[in-house]
């Protein structure tokens, strides 16, 4: 990263950090609740990043792994089991399974075959879901707050901000050190020309399912603490339209970038958030068909933003993250 990289991801983080503070001192908690939200499924974009955007690996079902890790948290709480320190395990190891088993399969295909093999998987776990009665099926079920042994009060709006904020950083690090690492090297490259890569000698396809594996492992935490925000699991978490939502965010944000997918993330909810009020505002009765102005939006950040927000901020070079 050089240096105009790491300030605006300096800035972003310390921003986020500000959310609370700023909150209390105007009177309007409901900026802390969304912006946790925010930082949730930007954790959710940077795991995609990391095998699209690095590794062009273009996975349709990537919101699988949010239902794996809120569901893990859904059904221990619905067991009684409300310990922080055993869900988030369980989901992560869960969602690292469901990762492993998925890319075992699906990285022996490519280009639109692998697209179509991932929204497969993820539709098959979302009428499991709704197959699951004894989990309330298509209507979800309750979520209770993970308990930490004191240690962390997650029903203290503040305390599961910061929590996010943590994990949050903690995702940033770990791709940043991967992606700068020889095995980042080794995904690069084959995304660049995986042939070539083989030729040398890398095992290309191990190499990939490490880093598919990895991305799903981080979406996962990322369930487990959407559970925690929502306090509800639901299938609609793993619907392909969620995959669609994060692979918006990646592009949006700025593809193969390390803050791209969090600035994609941050903008696309605040648009969902204030697009309708802004409409409703300008002409009455318009804010219910948002989305006919939200999708110009997108498709002209797509054809005309080269490099997403994250150009606006810095400069692309061949070695971004």
């Known amino acids: 990263m050089d240096r105009r990289q790491i300030l605006v991801a300096v800035i972003g983080l310390a921003l986020f950090a500000l959310v609370p503070p700023l909150a209390g001192i105007f ?3 409901f900026y802390v609740d969304m912006f946790a939200r925010i930082m949730i499924f930007a954790i959710a974009a940077v795991s995609l990043d990391l095998i699209l955007g690095y590794g062009g690996m273009v996975s349709f079902g990537h919101a699988a792994y949010i239902g794996v890790g809120a569901y893990a948290v859904g059904i221990l709480s619905y067991y009684g089991i409300d310990n922080g320190f055993v869900q988030f395990p ?24 692998f697209i179509m093999i991932t929204l497969a998987f993820a539709q ?23 308990e930490f042994a004191g240690l962390i ?30 095995f980042g090297a080794v995904v690069r490259g084959a995304k660049a020309n995986e042939r070539r890569m083989q030729a040398m000698g890398f095992p290309t396809y191990r190499y990939k399912l490490a880093a598919f594996t990895i991305a799903g492992t981080m979406c996962g935490i990322a369930g487990a603490l959407f ?95």
């Open 90 to 113: 369980v989901a992560i190891a869960a969602a690292a399974l469901i990762a492993l088993v998925f890319g075992l399969m699906s990285l022996r295909t490519t280009g639109v075959y």
């Open 227 to 321: 559970a925690n925000w929502n306090e509800f699991v639901s299938p609609d978490a793993m619907h392909w339209t969620r995959s669609g939502e994060i692979m918006i965010m990646v592009i949006m944000g700025g593809m193969g970038t390390l803050i791209g997918p969090v600035l994609g993330a941050t903008g696309l909810l605040l648009l969902e958030e204030y697009l309708p009020e802004w409409m409703e505002a300008l002409i009455a009765g318009t804010g219910e068909h948002w989305m006919v102005v939200m999708g110009p939006i997108l498709i002209a950040i797509v054809l005309f933003g080269r490099g997403g927000i994250y150009a606006l901020f810095a400069r692309r070079g061949g070695d971004d993250g």
């Open 124 to 146: 098959m776990l979302y009428f499991l879901g709704i197959s699951l009665e004894e989990f309330g099926g298509d209507d979800g079920m309750p979520a209770y707050r993970s």
């Open 27 to 29: 009177d309007q908690p």
């Open 153 to 182: 009060d997650l029903t203290d709006a503040d305390q599961f901000y910061y929590l996010v904020f943590a994990f949050l950083v903690a995702a940033l690090v770990v791709t940043h050190r991967l992606i700068h690492s020889r």
